[in-house]
């Protein structure tokens, strides 16, 4: 019974990310774009000793922690308000609003935020201001993006913790906030770690974004995609460095004991 | 046990992984890029028979317009009409693109410029070209047959298509005085801060070179694509300055129309297609720079194994047919490689303004080309940088 699905997540799953790995061991000619089967740790050296790719992956984790808190930060109330506050009906209306954007192409979404940023543009006509192209925008863009992949999380363990924990709490004497941070926030913990895997993981991996609103700059994953045409095998070890940064993170996440909760 | 599985599975993976690969073989190295290289043995083809019903075009855009953009501009259902082969095209936005996309096997027939067509024979992704199978061969401007970016050791490896050179855009009414130079967008970029753009890939390197070879004349630099390590770090150090000024790169050309449109980008590297798609909407105009510039010289080049070769013969001698070559000169804005074309277009001077015939000028532009260890400009003293060098610099550039 476990065969075939052993098998297609093997193929499927581990096989691409070993196909990857293997082939950031090769080398490419420049001329020809051919990639010769020469094992080499070549790649990975120059990853470590060009400070281009420190820059860039110090930038890009630093927009994934910035992206996971703005999201965070909007998600809580949203997802308080959804599982505590509002009418089962108004409830289920406001889960179905957070889907509905997912329906629409990630490229219009995208293509939107470039409307509103640009010079001259939504933003600044209203407002008066625009962060303009850059990283700014491109936090804005991917928070708004991935923020239905954190407040489902968060609303669906809210929805879990029962009232009856609040009303003790505020018996007992308990102020709002001491309320969130003794019972709410440790309980719902592992739902915020979960949404903070998607919207990590999703910024790490992320190449379209920025070079839609990221101006000139650079993201892990825009490296890859310029380097995939370019020396295919030092791109596979450029993505090879996100699957470790995001290996990382899950490690970190497991002795938290989280996960066991999920 | 679970686990003893699992640990099967990954091994067997990795050696099924280590045993298949992206290249076609283990064929023995040869130098990369070094002069006089020999290509692979590739067949070519004798007769073009009957077309295969279908064709996958890999083109820059602009060169295979079916009316999707402009209902006006329609070259590509002609074609269908008259040899019955539906035409599936992909647009590709740099030469590196589109020899990472022939490696796929996927297409028919591919527009190469200069930095593309070498590297696709050395790889032995394209088939030597039969010019007597190409009626119209006869009628393409002797000086575009036989060339260093189109041939090995006088065999054609393709059907000339035509050729130009990278131009200035800018926006009208904010950069003034009109720029005559490409100190608009080195020098003086700063002046345009953030609304400066560049061409996103390493050859763009070479822009930098050509103009440091007017304005830096003690750095000796002959040949923008030949350059030793002094004259590479130079033009490195001045895309670097460059880029303070850059508020974005470009590759794919409907993000340089949007930028241009919208006034976040004012002024940078283009091609006439660009301006010609951009100036309904914002008032931009292009300039040929005076010192010159770089260009490009395209080839219809078939793939080795193209899984529709006489629809992909059918194409490129199509294609630089007097009417279509015609057609596609004056939307894409550059000369016709078919001299024939000439009488075809719709402006009777165009090919005047274009020089299409002018084999002088024709040499004056520096056409893209593939920097390679041994100096192009035929230096033997020192070592110039390759391509894989250019490509390190230019993400470096970016940062």
């Known amino acids: 019974m476990l065969g075939a699905p052993l098998v297609w997540l093997g193929v499927v799953y581990v096989g691409s990310l070993a196909a990857l790995l293997v082939t950031s061991l090769w080398v490419q000619d420049s001329f020809t774009s051919e990639v010769f089967r020469t094992w080499t740790l070549a790649n990975f050296r120059e990853l470590l000793s060009e400070p281009l790719y420190r820059t860039v992956l110090l930038r890009t984790l630093l927009i994934a922690v910035l992206v996971t808190l703005v999201d965070l930060a909007l998600a809580l109330p949203i997802a308080f308000f959804m599982a505590k506050v509002a009418r089962p009906r108004t409830a289920r209306l406001l889960v179905v609003s957070c889907l509905m954007p997912l329906w629409a192409s990630y490229l219009v979404k995208a293509y939107a935020w470039r409307l509103l940023v640009i010079d001259n543009g939504v933003l600044e006509s209203t407002f008066g201001a625009s962060p303009g192209f850059g990283i700014t925008a491109v936090v804005l863009t991917l928070s708004y993006l991935w923020l239905p992949y954190m407040i489902l999380p968060i609303y669906s363990g809210l929805d879990r913790l029962p009232d009856s924990l609040l009303e003790a709490s505020e018996d007992c004497g308990a102020r709002p906030w001491r309320t969130f941070a003794s019972v709410v926030w440790p309980s719902i913990l592992p739902s915020v770690v979960a949404g903070s895997i998607f919207t990590f993981s999703l910024t790490l991996g992320d190449y379209i974004t920025i070079k839609i609103v990221g101006g000139a700059s650079q993201m892990l994953g825009s490296l890859v995609y310029d380097q995939q045409s370019l020396n295919l095998p030092l791109a596979a070890a450029i993505a090879t460095f996100s699957v470790a940064v995001m290996g990382i993170y899950l490690l970190l996440v497991r002795r938290t004991g989280a996960l066991d909760q999920l | 046990m679970k686990r003893s599985t699992i640990g099967v599975t990954m091994s067997v993976l990795a050696l099924t992984l280590a045993g298949c690969g992206t290249s076609s073989g283990s064929k023995s190295e040869s130098t990369p890029g070094s002069e006089g290289f020999t290509p692979p043995e590739v067949p070519m083809q004798k007769t073009v028979g009957k077309g295969e019903g279908a064709v996958n075009i890999l083109a820059w855009p602009g060169y295979a317009e079916d009316g999707s953009n402009d209902k006006t501009v329609d070259w590509v259902t002609p074609f269908e009409k008259k040899t019955g082969c539906q035409a599936e095209v992909k647009y590709f936005g740099t030469s590196d693109e589109a020899v990472s996309l022939m490696k796929t096997g996927d297409y028919d027939v591919v527009s190469a410029s200069g930095d593309a067509s070498l590297r696709l024979v050395a790889g032995g992704d394209v088939a030597p070209f039969n010019t007597e199978l190409a009626t119209n061969y006869a009628d393409v401007a002797p000086f575009l047959k036989d060339k260093s970016w189109n041939s090995v050791d006088g065999q054609m ?133 005076e010192t010159g510039s770089t260009g490009w010289s ?102």
């Open chain 2, 157 to 289: 490896y393709g059907m000339p298509h035509g050729w130009g050179a990278n131009l200035l855009m800018y926006n009208t009414k904010i950069v003034k005085p009109a720029p005559t130079s490409w100190s608009a967008v080195f020098d003086d970029a700063s002046k345009y801060k953030g609304k400066v753009t560049a061409y996103d890939s390493p050859i763009y390197i070479a822009d930098a070179a050509l103009y440091l070879m007017d304005t830096q004349r003690d750095l000796g630099i002959k040949d923008p694509y030949a350059l030793d390590q002094k004259q590479f770090d130079a033009a490195v150090a001045l895309l670097k300055k460059q880029r303070q000024n850059v508020g974005e790169y470009w590759s794919d050309y409907t993000k340089e129309v949007s930028a241009f449109k919208a006034g976040s980008t004012v002024v940078g590297t283009t091609w006439q297609v660009i301006a010609n798609l951009t100036k309904d909407a914002a008032p931009v105009k292009t300039v040929f720079p």
């Open chain 2, 298 to 399: 395209d080839t219809w080049m078939v793939a080795a194994e193209a899984e529709h070769p006489n629809c992909a013969y059918l194409w490129a001698d199509y294609i630089v047919s007097p009417e279509a070559n015609a057609q596609v000169a004056e939307y894409f804005g550059e000369a016709p490689a078919n001299l024939k074309a000439c009488k075809e277009t719709s402006d009777k001077s165009f090919c005047d303004g274009y020089h299409a015939e002018d084999a002088a000028y024709a040499a004056k532009i520096h056409y893209w080309s593939t920097p390679i260890t041994q100096c192009l400009d035929g230096r033997t003293d020192v070592k110039c940088t390759d391509y894989a060098a250019w490509t390190k610099a230019w993400q470096e550039i970016k940062g």
